[in-house]
C-alpha cells in the first residue's frame, strides 16, 4: 500500500522472560524455592517466546471436538485437540506442572511448582488437567493400593495422549467430576448411585453436569454408595482395553477457556473403585479442593501479572499527544494502581504455596494458617482479576478490544477462577465455616498479620477493624463479603509490609487500607512513587 507509512505501533511482547517477576523471584527465594530458579527462567524464556504464544492462540482458535460416535456407528466418546494444545501439555507435564512436587522432597518443592504454574501461561485452558493431576494425588491417598498403583504414572513427567489401559501408559493426568444438575456446589445433593460388586469394584449410574478435561486418563468422582457419598476412581478405559461407559454428551459453549473441554457425562453402569470409606466422600475430597483452590489463586495472579505487563509494554511503546504514554499523568496512576494490585496477588499467592508446601510436610501451624487464608484469597484474588484484565484491556484502546491482542482471550478468562471450586458466596461461608469451627486457624491468621504490627499505622488501623468485625456476630452470614475482603486486605498489607517494594507496600497501604483510594483503577493520591512502581511492571524484550 502507497496511502500511507505505518508508525507509532507497539512491537509485540514476545522474546521475554516470563519469570522475570521481581515478586515472584523474592518469593520463590523467600518461601524455600530458591534452588528452583534456574529452571523457572528456562519455563520464562519458553512462555515468552513467540512459539508458545503461537499455540495458546491456535489451542483458541481451534477449540476441541467431540466425536460420539465413529463412522461405523460405535459409540467411541473421543475429543480431538489441535496440535498446539498438545504441545501445551507436553511442556507443561514435562517440566512437573501437574504433579511432580508429590514426588520430590526437597522443601519447596510445591513453591517451585506454584511458580512454575505461574510463569507458564500461553493459554489458561490447558492448566486445568494440569491442575486437577496435580489435586488428586492427595485424594487418591485415601486408598493407599489406588495410590501405589497409580501415583507414580500420575508424577512422572511423560504427556502420553490418548485414550489407553492407564497402566499400559507412560503418564497420566486425572480429573474431578463432581457437579450434577441439580446440585451445583452442593455436592451433597448429587443422585448418582454407585452399586458394589462382588468383586470390589462399583457401578456408578447418574450423571455429571461439568467435567473437565473429559479426556484425561482416570477421574474421581462423587456418587452416593450404600453408606452415603463416596469418592471413586473412574478410569477412561479399563484394564482389558474397553471404553468404560462413561458417555460424552456434549461439550460445553463456554465464555472463555475454550481451549479446554468441559464436557457433560453420564454413567451407563461405569466400572469405579472407591477411595476412602463409604460416606466419606466430602472429606476425602477435600485436599483435593483445596489444592485446586489454590490454582485458581495462582491463575488470577498469573493472569494479572500477564495483563499489567501488556498494558505496560504498551504504554511504554505508543505515543499520543506528543508524549510516550508511560510518561503521562494518569497513565501512570492506572499503570502504577494496576502493578499494586498485580504484586499483592503474587505476594499472597506465594504465601499460599509456602504454606502448602510446609503443611504438606507435617507442620501444624502452617495447616491452620492455610486453612483460613486459602479460602480468604481465593476469594478476593480471584474476584480482583476481571476488574483488572477491563483495565488493562482499556490501557490499549481499540487496539486492546481486538482479538490479536489477546486481552480479549485474557478478559473472558477472568470470572473463571472465580466459579471454579466455589463461586464468591461459598469462598466467603467457607471462611465463616472456619472461623466458628476451628478457632486455631483465627490465631495462626492474626499471627501472621500482626507480624508486622507497629510499621504501618494503616495496616494496624484496618487490624483493628477486622477484629471489630469479627467481634460483632449479628448479621455475620450477611456481611461475610466484606468481613473476607478486609480479611484479604490487611493480609495483603502484611506480607507486602514485610516483604515487598517498599514503593508498592506504601501505595497499597496508602489506598486499599487508608482509604485514600476511588472506585476505579488508576486513583492513587499524590506522593506515590509511581517511577519505582511502574519500573517493575514493564517486561525487558528482546
Not at 507435564?93 to 522443601?107: F, I, Y
Not at 486445568?128 to 489435586?135: D, G, H, K, N, R
Not at 508498592?504 to 517511577?531: E, I, K
Amino acid at each position: 500500500m502507497t496511502t500511507h507509512e505505518v508508525f507509532n505501533q507497539v512491537p509485540p511482547l514476545a522474546g521475554y522472560d516470563a519469570a522475570d517477576d521481581p515478586a515472584l523471584l523474592d518469593g520463590l527465594e523467600r518461601e524455600g524455592a530458591g534452588w528452583a530458579a534456574a529452571e523457572l527462567h528456562e519455563l520464562g524464556r519458553l512462555g515468552g517466546a513467540e512459539p508458545a504464544i503461537d499455540h495458546g492462540r491456535l489451542a483458541n482458535e481451534h477449540p476441541p471436538v467431540l466425536r460420539t460416535h465413529d463412522r461405523h456407528g460405535r459409540r467411541i466418546d473421543e475429543v480431538e485437540f489441535h496440535p498446539a494444545w498438545h504441545e501445551l501439555m507436553r511442556v507443561a507435564v514435562t517440566h512437573g506442572l501437574h504433579a511432580a512436587p508429590w514426588a520430590d522432597d526437597r522443601p519447596g518443592a510445591h513453591v517451585a511448582r506454584a511458580a512454575k504454574f505461574y510463569t507458564w501461561r500461553p493459554d489458561a485452558g490447558h492448566g486445568c488437567p494440569i491442575s486437577m493431576t496435580y489435586a488428586a494425588v492427595p485424594a487418591l491417598r485415601h486408598a493407599p493400593e489406588l495410590a501405589a498403583t497409580y501415583e507414580p504414572l500420575l508424577t512422572a513427567t511423560t504427556y502420553d495422549f490418548g485414550l489407553r489401559p492407564p497402566l499400559a501408559k507412560r503418564g497420566l493426568l486425572a480429573g474431578m467430576s463432581m457437579t450434577e444438575k441439580q446440585g451445583g456446589s452442593d455436592v451433597r445433593a448429587n443422585t448418582t448411585t454407585a452399586h458394589p460388586e462382588p468383586d470390589g469394584t462399583y457401578r456408578l449410574l447418574g450423571h455429571k453436569w461439568f467435567t473437565s478435561a473429559p479426556m484425561c486418563d482416570v477421574f474421581l468422582t462423587l456418587a452416593q454408595a450404600p453408606g452415603g457419598l463416596t469418592c471413586f476412581l473412574v478410569p477412561r478405559v479399563l484394564p482389558d482395553g474397553t471404553r468404560n461407559p462413561m458417555r460424552l454428551m456434549r461439550l460445553k459453549d463456554k465464555l472463555g477457556n475454550r481451549s479446554n473441554a468441559s464436557a457433560e457425562v453420564e454413567y451407563e453402569h461405569a466400572v469405579a473403585w472407591r477411595v476412602g470409606d463409604e460416606g466419606r466422600g466430602v472429606r476425602t475430597i477435600i485436599d483435593m479442593v483445596n489444592l485446586t483452590r489454590l490454582d485458581c489463586v495462582i491463575g488470577a495472579a498469573a493472569g494479572m501479572r500477564q495483563g499489567v505487563i501488556t498494558a505496560a509494554h504498551h504504554a511504554a511503546h505508543r505515543q499520543a499527544f506528543g508524549r510516550y504514554l508511560v510518561d503521562q499523568p494518569l497513565m501512570r496512576n492506572v499503570l502504577a494502581d494496576l502493578a499494586v494490585e498485580s504484586e499483592a496477588a503474587t505476594v499472597l499467592m506465594m504465601r499460599l504455596a509456602g504454606a502448602t508446601d510446609r503443611s504438606a510436610r507435617g507442620d501444624a501451624g502452617e495447616t491452620a494458617f492455610k486453612r483460613l487464608a486459602l479460602a480468604v484469597g481465593k476469594y478476593w484474588v480471584c474476584k480482583r482479576w476481571p476488574g483488572h484484565a477491563a483495565e488493562a484491556l482499556e490501557c490499549l484502546g481499540g487496539n486492546g478490544y481486538v482479538e490479536e491482542s489477546g486481552l480479549p482471550r485474557l478478559f473472558r478468562e477472568s470470572p473463571l477462577n472465580s466459579i471454579w471450586e466455589g463461586s464468591g458466596n461459598v469462598a466467603a461461608l467457607d471462611v465463616l465455616r472456619a472461623l466458628t469451627r476451628e478457632p486455631e486457624v483465627m490465631a495462626a491468621f492474626q499471627a501472621e498479620v500482626t507480624a508486622a504490627a507497629g510499621t504501618d499505622a494503616r495496616l494496624d488501623a484496618a487490624v483493628r477493624q477486622v477484629r471489630a468485625d469479627l467481634s460483632d456476630q449479628d448479621d455475620l452470614e450477611l456481611r461475610a463479603r466484606r468481613v473476607v475482603e478486609r480479611l484479604a486486605l490487611v493480609l495483603q498489607g502484611s506480607l507486602l509490609v514485610r516483604h515487598g517494594h517498599p514503593a508498592v507496600a506504601d501505595a497499597f497501604c496508602v489506598s486499599r487500607l487508608g482509604g485514600d483510594h476511588g472506585q476505579a483503577y488508576g486513583t492513587l493520591p499524590r506522593g506515590v512513587d509511581f517511577t519505582a512502581i511502574i519500573s517493575r511492571a514493564v517486561p525487558k524484550v528482546g
